[in-house]
């Protein structure tokens, strides 16, 4: 019984971290395809106003 607690408590320990860890992994991968999606709109404005001469 003691062991299935301690097992418990150690697991409980973690479980905010796992979170953290998680949600950092996934704001990461969403800011990474933003910052990738304004570069090629950058990128495409920029041909633009190559195109017009500006």
Do not use: C, D
């Not at 408590?9 to 969403?30: D, E, G, K, N, R």
Request: aromatic share 12%; hydrophobic share 50%.
């Amino acid at each position: 019984m003691y062991t299935i607690f301690s097992i418990f408590a150690s697991l409980a320990y973690l479980v905010p971290i796992i979170i953290v860890v998680t949600w950092m992994i996934i704001t990461l991968t969403f800011h990474r395809k933003q910052i990738e999606q304004n570069n090629r709109i950058i990128e495409l404005l920029e041909k633009s106003n190559e195109k017009k001469g500006v």
